[in-house]
């Protein structure tokens, strides 16, 4: 049987099997090569990843629990699509949890912990790919998350934190100046940590959210507004 999925060319796969295939999944979700919708057989992926069943299944589990891919009882796995309700939803979320998250952050963050994230924001400047720039701002915010030292909110915002990478793609679609204006954001917020300023902190991480949040958004109604023209 010849794999039916628009999977991008498969790297070696250096870690354990099903951390690999969880991996190189959310990338191609991300990326869009696995655009919403599509239909996630684990025979045909298992075929084409080279690999055994059982970390397909165990992979696709993963990403459910994440919210990038939703287990259907008659179509199995799907790859989730975005919706304004949900945007709004995890946004809502998020502004809340976030300033609770850095205000103690900011007085727990280790001097290590600020130059990665640091570290990470000039690489974010200097990253051409969209993709890659995705996966370093994931990082620079997990880096952040983890200063404060309540676990249990730091794992809340790390699942929200798969999904809103998808609206964090969808920001960029019609906005270039999007993540230009993230990243002055990000060195703004690395400002703050290192000057111990939690209200200021706080208020670059809403400003930062809410400026994704209408970038997605603008780019959802638009969507919205194409399927309805095309009926």
């Given at each position: 049987m010849t794999a039916k999925l628009p999977l991008p060319p498969v790297q070696g796969m250096a870690r354990?099997?099903?951390?690999?295939v969880t991996h190189?999944?959310?990338?191609?979700?991300?990326?869009?090569?696995?655009?919403?919708?599509t239909r996630?057989?684990?025979a045909e992926l298992a075929e084409a990843l080279k690999v055994s069943v059982t970390p397909i299944r165990e992979a696709l589990r993963e990403l459910s629990t994440g919210g990038l891919i939703d287990l259907d009882a008659f179509r199995g796995a799907v790859v989730h699509t975005p919706t304004l309700h949900e945007l709004?939803?995890?946004?809502?979320?998020?502004v809340v949890l976030l300033p609770l998250n850095i205000r103690q952050g900011v007085q727990e963050i280790t001097p290590e912990a600020l130059e990665r994230a640091a570290v990470l924001a000039k690489q974010m400047e200097k990253e051409p790919d969209q993709l890659t720039w995705v996966g370093l701002n994931r990082?620079?915010?997990?880096v952040l998350y983890q200063a404060h030292p309540n676990q249990r909110l730091q794992q809340i915002l790390q699942?929200?934190?798969?999904?809103?990478?998808?609206?964090i793609n969808l920001s960029f679609a019609d906005n270039p100046l999007q993540r230009s204006s993230a990243d002055r954001e990000h060195n703004l917020l690395v400002e703050a940590y290192r000057q111990r300023d939690s209200d200021q902190a706080a208020a670059i991480a809403v400003d930062h959210i809410n400026?994704?949040?209408?970038?997605a958004r603008s780019v959802l109604h638009g969507h919205?507004?194409?399927?309805h023209r095309s009926r």
């Open positions: 354990t099997t099903q951390a690999s190189y999944l959310r990338q191609a979700i991300l990326s869009g090569d696995l655009p919403p919708g996630l057989v684990q709004e939803e995890i946004f809502e979320i998020r990082q620079f915010h997990e699942q929200l934190a798969d999904v809103a990478d998808l609206y400026s994704t949040l209408e970038a919205r507004g194409d399927r």
